[in-house]
Every structure is written in structure tokens, then in C-alpha cells.
């Protein structure tokens, strides 16, 4: 008794047929109603919202870093309307941001200062009607008390005396310790110089900060337009003894808006460049058998799904996110394969069969193979929803709907013009003017002879008898090995992480204000919080002691800076008690008392002005008999790359976790970081689920483990090669170019399950003419697809934006290497399989 493993491709076959006998004989409903359907969830487009919360969509909303960041958001919450700290950022505000580099060696000169204090004043005087109101700056800005004022003014009146070095300035900070009164220049001054003493000598670079108050939404919609308008007048200022750069969050946004809109009319340039070659490569030469129609309908249903799928999902509240712009670009580019796929398998039916059951035929032959490459491109990004990543997500939910519709439209849509076009062609009428052809009988055609794709025969007899000569293989299996060594090579210089810039155009303000922000300001750029989320009586000096030692292990770490930098209260605190003024001031207080203790910190330390700002770094209890929380401030120092910063936070994360005081970390830069810290494991994670995935699937439609195992290897030979080149190409490993993978991932099956199956239904016992019989069938449609894969993402290639050359590159590459492989390399190690291992053929064997 024979078992048959293939049933479900038999029964799936059967239904298919079946469906493509019931379009041929009425393909008007399945080509109106999609139509239909497209235009009624096409309107769902006017409730398209975007989301450009950039932060939250590039940082994994299940690390540490994200964690932390809602742990200290929630305990230490900052109200930019009255306590605003410029030092303690918990989230990403909005605000204004100058970055001001001298044209000669130091900004610390008395033109140089001018220049700077005109922008504060022109900023502090600006006006703008909002709401019909005059607005000035210090309406909208973020308070503790009064407005951020930026410390470098405060040298403004001595500047002269500085100049002449009769004056000197402590850099990072100035501190008086009698008085707590401190002057802090690391927010200001960078690409410094000092001396042994850390007296200040010069500053190459200044920025200049002011935020804005978001907390109070009615300020909103002022703040955009004060902004907009403010950066609009002050980038056409010249200055003689400066270059500034100014930028702010609102015009961040902006400028991706603009890019975007830059980038969405192009699709029309792409879908008209991608049409005309489907149409032109449906010709042939027989105006009989020409289907140009067809090439235009396989670019409609493409535009019909993502139309479906995009109005579908906004009208079910789904927000956009920019790089689905990309979108309509790979739909177009990559699934109308399987169009070239069923019009292949057309045209390898009987012209004196009926329309109907040359469809049936058709569906049976060619929708298995287009079945399982959508299913597997579709189970992609479905496991691409899984990840944690907003961004990533998002992307995958739109993608894989879309894809699940273009294979519906692909049936029914584009089945019912493939079978309207059967009719035309069974009645000899001409595709443009529809009349009649004279002189062209069907019924007196030839079976095979006038039936044959020109293009077909050019790859069953012409490249096929060349690849079935043995030095060919060899040479194929040679060139294979080395492309393989190769893109392994390539991986050695994988860059991991996410550079900011790769988001704007290399020629934009935002560009240029981040490369100098890296280029000054890598002494100290930005401040990490140590918090300690525990109940702990610090008056116990064993405590005392024990939260010393942990921030002295931080502090020790080769880019965190020094000790007297960092902001601890408790540190702070104490001087205070053992300073002459507490003999007055807490001559009542017995400190080594938890409440005494307590009661002083509150009524008498946290009043003295300069220790104000320790009020929002303690958390008490309810009736203030306790400290449940507390936090320090430590900053970075010599952030020089992005190596050193990832380096940075993989060492800040061991101490935490090591340390004797449970503590929580947290930086604004910290979530975005984090990622390339992920991203590494969620790929390779993600490499093993999808590879056993579309194991099981091929396994299933194709019950014959010799084909499996083939596929199985030119696709991870097709991704390693893939991932190799990017690099290689000057591709990082990021957000971006993950969410292309996980499409490689799906695209990477589909030339290689066309061929594989079509070599598996040949009934030839040699296998050299089961490689011509093979690329007879979907050689051609191969390399239609990979033309108009590439047509379809070549604009991307000129955009001066990286995100959108990562997906041409990405996309071109994988096309080829899996064009090259499908065509070339597969049949040669099908037909090396099946001589070695088989005595029947592949698809004999399969039916045992």
C-alpha cells in the first residue's frame, strides 16, 4: 500500500483548479468587486493619523532601558509649567536648539559672546499673535520658577577680564561649597581646553537650550507656530564670528513630513515605470497571444491591495508611521511575481482548450507555488508583529495585510483579467484595437511549435543546455562558494546600531547639528540617573555608606565623570551637616535619629536655595516618615563613538546589577541605545523561527525532504549573502534594515519554491532536461520579476535620505542573489541530488 504524503498539495491543487474553472467562466464579479471593495476601504484613508513619536517607536518597549525609563517617569515626574530641570531629564521635550561653533580657535571671545547673547535676546524678544494674544518666549517656556537661563551668560560681564586671564572659570562646574551657589558650563561649552587646575582656557563650541513647557496643552499649538517662525528668521541671520545650527522638535517632525511628502508622488513614477515593463515583457510575437493587459492588471492588483489594506486598517484606528511610504514600493516591486508566475503557466496550455479550463489548468500548475511563497512571505511578518520594537510592528501589520490581500486580488482580480484576456485571445482579437485578427485560425495551431514563449525557449534551450554542460556546473558551484565566503567575510564588518543622522538628508540642519553635537560635546554629553526604588533609613551610616560605595563604583568607570560632578543629595546633605551652619540650624536634630533625620533634610536643607533642586531626586511617604525612593545624577564622560557608548551602557547595566542597593538606571538616550543591543538577538532569533517555519510549510506543500533541504540551503545561502554585501555596502544592522531582512526572509523563498517545484512536476528520469523543463516554466518569470523587483525600488536609490537607500540596497541585493541562485545554482544541485541519491525522479519518489 502506497502512502501519499502530497495529499495536501493534491487537495489544494484540486480547489484551486477548481476556483480558476469558476473565474473563467465568470470573471466579471471578480474583477468588479474587488474594485469596489478597494474604493469603499480606500476611503478610510481620509482617517489616515500619523505616529512620530520617534523615541517610542525605535526603542523595544520590553527592555531595561524602557522599563526604567516608566519606572522614573512615574516616580519622578517633571511638570515643564513650574519644576523643569534641565539636568534630571526623564523624557524627550520640546525646544529650541542652537549649536554655535567659532570660526576662530575660541568662542570665549567678546564678539564671539556678542553674537550669542543677540540670539538670546532676539529669542527672549520674539513675538508671535497665537489665540489672539501676543506671545513671547517666557509665555511658553519650560519653568522652575523662572525660565532655563543658559549659564554661559553669566561670563558675559567678565569676558574681558577672562580674555585677559585675570578672571578664571572652573570647568565642568563652579561650585562655592559655602554656599552652595554653582555655575554649571557643561551644559553650554564644547570642544573645551583646561588647565591642571581646571581653570577654563577655551571653548570651540557653544549650545544654547531653550525649552519649552508641553505639560500645558493650550501651549501647544503656540509653541509649534513661535518655533516655526523663530527658526524661520534666525537661520537667515549671518554671523560673522559663528556658524550656528538651529533645530527643534517640532521642526524635526517637519522635516519628515517634508521628506515624506517628497517621496509619496514618486510612486506614481514608479508605478508607471513598473507598468510599462510588465506590459512590454507580456508581448510577444503573436499579437494573439500578447497580454499587455495583463502586465497592467498584475500593477493594478498590487495598488488595488495596498489601497484595501492601508484604508482597512485606518479605519480600524491604525497610525502610520513614515516609512510605510516605502510600502506601495515593495508591493509593487515584489508581489506581482506571482502574476508572471500564472501567466507562465498560461501559456503553457492548450490553445484549443476552452477559457475555463485553461484557467483551471493554470491555477493548478502555477497557485500552489504563488500559495506558498505568499504564505511564507505572509508568516514573515506576521512573526515580525511579535516584536517589541513600535516601528517594527507597525511596518509588519501593514505589510502582511497587504500581502494577504494582493494574493486575494492576485486570484480573483487578476484571474478575471487573465480569463477575459482568454477570451480575447480565443476569439483572434488584436489587445490594443480589439478586432479581429485576419488570417489566424486557433484551431489549426500547432500544440506545442506556435504555442512556446519566445522568451521560454530561450531559457529551456539556450541558457538550459548551458547550464546542463558539467564545466558549467562546476563553474556555478565554484562562483557560488566564493559569493557564499564572501558575504560570510562581509558579516565581520556588520555595523550594529542606529545612527540619527540616517533619518534626515546629509545636507540638512539636523545633520549637521548632531555630527557637531558628537564632535564638541563628547566630554560630557548627557546625564545618567542611578535611582534607588527601595525604602532605606538613611540616617543609619551603614546606609550612608553603602550608597557611596555604589555611586563611587559608578563614578570609577572610565566614561563617567568624577566625583565631585555627580548630584547626590545625600552627599550634598552631609557637607551640610558638618558645615558651620548647620551648628545653628539643626542644633535641634538629633541625625542619627531616622525622623530627626528626615524632618532636617526637609524643613532646613531643601530650603537653602541652591538645594532646592534635590527636592525632586526624594521621595517620602505620605506623612513623610520615610524616603521610599531617591536618585542621583552622574554624567558621561568621553563618549568619543557609538562603540564606547554601547560599551558604556552593557558596563552601567553590570554594576546595577551586581550592586549589594537594587538600583535602576536611566538616561533619555538610553531606550534608542538599548536597541542595538537587541537587535543582534531578536535577528538571529528570528533567523531560527522563520527558518523552521518555511521548513514546515515547503515540507508540507511539498512533501519530498531532497527539495526542502535544497531550498532550505539556497535560502540561508541567499541571506547570508544578503547580510554580508549590506555590510560591506556601508549597512548598519538597525531597525530599518531589520524590517527589510524579515522581508528578505519571505522574498528569499519564492524564486527557489517556483523552481524547485517546477523541476519536482517534471516527469523527465534525466535530470538535465528536468533543468530545462524547470527554467521553461518560470525561468522567464523569474527574471521579470527580479527586473521589475528592482525597477520598483531604483527611485529610493537617489533620495539623499540612508533610511531609503537601506531599502534599495537591501532589496537589490536580495533580488539578485536570489535570482542568481533560483536560476542557476538550484537545478544544478537538484540534478547532482537527484543522480546521487535517486533512481526515479524527484517527483516519483515524492509519491511513494
Known amino acids: 500500500m502506497k502512502i501519499r504524503y502530497d495529499i495536501i498539495q493534491i487537495k489544494l491543487s484540486s480547489c484551486l483548479e477548481k476556483l480558476g474553472k469558476i473565474i473563467g467562466h465568470k470573471p466579471a464579479p471578480f474583477v468588479i468587486i474587488p474594485i469596489i471593495i478597494s474604493i469603499i476601504l480606500g476611503t478610510g484613508i481620509v482617517r489616515m493619523k500619523y505616529d512620530r513619536e520617534f523615541f517610542k517607536l525605535f526603542s523595544s518597549e520590553t527592555s531595561k532601558s524602557v522599563k526604567n525609563k516608566n519606572i522614573v517617569e512615574s516616580l519622578f515626574p517633571i511638570n515643564t509649567s513650574k519644576n523643569f530641570d534641565i539636568f534630571r531629564p526623564v523624557k524627550e521635550g520640546a525646544g529650541l536648539y542652537f549649536l554655535a561653533v567659532s570660526n576662530e580657535e575660541s568662542l570665549l571671545t567678546e564678539s564671539a559672546l556678542n553674537e550669542l547673547e543677540t540670539i538670546d535676546k532676539t529669542i527672549n524678544n520674539f513675538t508671535i499673535i497665537c489665540n489672539d494674544q501676543i506671545i513671547y518666549y517666557r509665555n511658553i517656556c519650560a519653568k522652575n520658577i523662572n525660565c532655563f537661563e543658559n549659564p554661559i551668560f553669566k561670563l558675559k560681564p567678565k569676558i574681558k577680564d577672562f580674555e585677559q586671564g585675570n578672571y578664571k572659570v572652573k570647568y565642568p562646574i563652579d561650585i562655592d561649597l559655602f554656599t552652595y551657589a554653582y555655575t554649571r558650563y557643561i551644559v553650554n561649552l564644547g570642544g573645551v581646553t583646561v588647565d591642571e587646575n ?107 491591495s495596498t489601497v484595501t489594506s492601508f484604508g482597512f486598517l485606518f479605519y480600524c484606528g491604525m497610525k502610520n508611521i513614515d516609512i510605510n511610504v516605502t510600502l506601495p514600493y515593495l508591493i509593487l516591486a515584489i508581489e506581482i511575481d506571482d502574476a508572471y508566475v500564472l501567466i507562465s503557466a498560461w501559456r503553457r496550455t492548450s490553445a484549443r482548450m476552452k477559457v475555463y479550463e485553461r484557467m483551471g489548468e493554470t491555477f493548478k500548475k502555477a497557485a ?82 506556435e504555442e512556446e514563449d519566445p522568451m521560454a525557449k530561450i531559457f529551456k534551450y539556450k541558457i538550459g543546455e548551458f547550464i546542463c554542460l558539467k564545466p558549467t556546473k562546476i563553474f556555478i558551484i565554484i562562483v557560488s562558494i566564493i559569493n557564499f565566503f564572501v558575504g560570510i567575510w562581509g558579516t565581520k564588518y556588520l555595523v550594529v ?96 535619629k531616622k525622623q530627626d533625620f528626615i ?94 517555519i518555511a521548513i514546515v510549510i515547503l515540507f508540507i506543500f511539498i512533501p519530498n525532504i531532497i527539495s526542502v533541504v535544497c531550498i532550505s540551503f539556497v535560502i540561508v545561502k541567499s541571506l547570508c549573502e544578503t547580510i554580508g554585501y549590506m555590510s560591506l555596502w556601508n549597512v548598519h ?18 524564486y527557489p519554491t517556483h523552481v524547485s517545484f517546477a523541476f519536482m512536476l517534471t516527469k523527465n528520469k534525466n535530470p538535465n532536461e528536468s533543468i530545462k523543463e524547470s527554467l521553461y516554466e ?42 542568481f541562485n533560483a536560476i542557476f545554482l538550484l537545478p544544478v544541485i537538484l540534478s547532482f541530488v537527484s543522480n546521487w541519491c535517486c533512481k526515479e525522479p524527484i517527483y516519483q519518489s515524492s509519491k511513494k
Open 778 to 819: 518560470v525561468g522567464w518569470p523569474i527574471l521579470q520579476g527580479s527586473i521589475s523587483t528592482i525597477l520598483g525600488v531604483a527611485i529610493l536609490a537617489f533620495q539623499s535620505s540612508y533610511v531609503f537607500g537601506v531599502f534599495f540596497k537591501i532589496v537589490f541585493l536580495i533580488t539578485i542573489e536570489t535570482a
Open 198 to 304: 581646571r581653570y577654563l582656557k577655551s571653548a570651540k563650541a557653544v549650545r544654547l537650550l531653550y525649552p519649552f513647557d508641553e505639560d500645558n496643552i493650550t501651549k501647544v499649538d503656540c509653541i509649534k507656530k513661535f518655533e516655526k517662525k523663530f527658526l524661520a528668521y534666525i537661520n537667515e541671520v549671518k554671523f560673522q564670528h559663528i556658524v550656528v545650527s538651529a533645530e527643534g522638535k517640532w521642526s524635526l517632525i517637519s522635516e519628515i513630513i517634508e521628506f515624506t511628502k517628497r517621496l509619496f508622488p514618486l510612486t506614481s513614477v514608479v508605478f508607471v515605470t513598473v507598468l510599462l515593463f510588465s506590459a512590454f515583457t507580456c508581448m510577444t510575437n503573436s499579437w494573439i497571444r500578447s497580454k499587455p493587459w495583463l502586465g497592467v492588471a498584475s500593477c493594478v492588483s498590487a495598488l488595488l
Open 599 to 692: 524632618d532636617g533634610l526637609r524643613n532646613i536643607f531643601l530650603n537653602i536655595p541652591p538645594a532646592r533642586q534635590f527636592r525632586n531626586d526624594i521621595i517620602f511617604n505620605d506623612n513623610f516618615t520615610e524616603i521610599i525612593a531617591s536618585r542621583y545624577i552622574i554624567a558621561c564622560k568621553n563618549i568619543v563613538n557609538r562603540q564606547t557608548e554601547l560599551q558604556l551602557l552593557k558596563d552601567m547595566q553590570t554594576i546595577a546589577e551586581q550592586s549589594e542597593i537594587p538600583v535602576l538606571l536611566h538616561s533619555f538616550s538610553f531606550p534608542v541605545l538599548e536597541h542595538a543591543l537587541l537587535i543582534q538577538d531578536i535577528v538571529f532569533q528570528l533567523a531560527w523561527v522563520l527558518s523552521i
Open 368 to 449: 500552489v507555488s504563488v500559495t506558498i511563497t505568499t504564505l511564507t512571505s505572509l508568516l514573515s511578518f506576521c512573526i515580525g508583529i511579535t516584536i517589541s520594537f513600535p516601528a517594527i510592528r507597525t511596518f509588519c501589520i501593514f505589510a502582511s495585510l497587504s500581502i494577504f490581500v494582493n494574493y486575494i486580488y492576485q486570484i480573483t482580480f487578476f484571474g478575471g483579467w487573465m480569463a477575459i484576456s482568454g477570451l480575447r485571445e480565443e476569439h483572434n482579437l488584436n489587445p490594443f484595437t480589439l478586432r479581429k485578427v485576419k488570417g489566424y485560425d486557433n484551431l489549426r495551431l500547432k500544440d506545442k511549435e
Open 497 to 592: 546600531g542606529m545612527d540619527l543622522t540616517n533619518f534626515f538628508k546629509s545636507d540638512s540642519n539636523v545633520t549637521s547639528l548632531i555630527e557637531n553635537t558628537y564632535k564638541y560635546f563628547t566630554e560630557y554629553p548627557y546625564p545618567i540617573s542611578i535611582v534607588i526604588n527601595k525604602q532605606l533609613d538613611y540616617s543609619n551610616k551603614t546606609i550612608q555608606e553603602s550608597v557611596e560605595d555604589m555611586l563611587k563604583k559608578f563614578e570609577s568607570h572610565p566614561h563617567t565623570s568624577e566625583e565631585f560632578i555627580t548630584l547626590s543629595w545625600l552627599k550634598y546633605y552631609k557637607i551640610f551637616i558638618n558645615s558651620p551652619v548647620s551648628i545653628f540650624s539643626l542644633n535641634h536634630y538629633d541625625l542619627s
Open 733 to 750: 544592522l538597525d531597525m530599518i534594515s531589520v524590517i527589510l531582512l524579515i522581508l528578505s526572509s519571505g522574498f528569499s523563498i519564492n
